[in-house]
T-cell receptor, first 111, second 116 residues
């Protein structure tokens, strides 16, 4: 079922540093990407969505999408310990289709 | 605001028995409900996508015979895990798509299933 691959599996960054997470889909028909964050013991919460080539920024979070390579990345600047969580990438062929998730990147931000 | 409730939050069942879990969307109308299972190792699997008035689509390795789903209206869905075994352990998440914001899928808190 795995159509979404994420890297790295885990990432440790110092407080105030930049965290960069990657995600690629193996399904060439994918058009929509989301990034979710899941804190320990909680359900995933959507961070950002991106459907067009380019970049989208919201606060400390920036998402890039390259549709040609089916690759998206999430960058967190000025990382905080509260950003420590499992970051999940999700992809779908269209807005009404099934959404598949990657296995996530476990981010730890060390004070 | 949009909220998704799941019940129960946690359940323990004996191997070979069945358990039913529910998902309720509040504050929006869910055009589709997806059921996922997150394993103890954090692997995230889509079980099935249920769209009101359409056939429920199950993913490979998941069947209606094992995970029957009911989705009678735009705010409620239920799924049963029949004949549960150890490999069925995990966090079962319900994701409801907002009809008015098709790019957003809201998750419930999940039902954690432990099988003894």
């Amino acid at each position: 079922q795995q159509k979404v691959q994420q890297s790295p599996e885990s990432l440790i960054v110092p407080e105030g540093g930049m965290a960069s997470l990657n995600c690629t889909s193996s399904d060439r028909n994918v058009d929509y990407f989301w990034w979710y964050r899941q804190h320990s013991g909680k359900s995933p919460k959507m961070l950002m969505s991106i459907f067009s080539n380019g970049e989208k920024e919201e606060g400390r979070f920036t998402v890039h999408l390259n549709k040609a390579s089916l690759h998206t990345s999430l960058h967190i600047r000025d990382s905080q310990p509260s950003d420590s969580a499992l970051y999940l990438c999700a992809a779908s062929r269209n807005s009404n289709n099934r959404i598949f998730f990657g296995d996530g990147t476990q981010l730890v931000v060390k004070p | 605001g949009a909220l998704v409730y799941q019940y129960p939050r946690r359940t323990i069942c004996k191997s070979g028995t069945s358990m039913r879990m529910e998902c309720q969307a509040v504050g929006f109308q869910a055009t589709s409900v997806a059921w996922y299972r997150q394993s103890p190792q954090k692997t995230f699997e889509l079980i099935a996508l249920s769209t009101v008035n359409s056939a429920i689509k199950y993913e490979q390795n998941f069947t209606q015979e094992k995970f029957p789903i009911s989705h009678p209206n735009l705010s409620f869905s239920s799924m049963t895990v029949l004949n549960a075994y150890l490999e069925d352990r995990g966090l079962y998440l319900c994701g409801a798509r907002d009809r008015d914001r098709a790019d957003t899928q809201y998750f419930g808190p999940g039902t954690r299933l432990l099988v003894l």
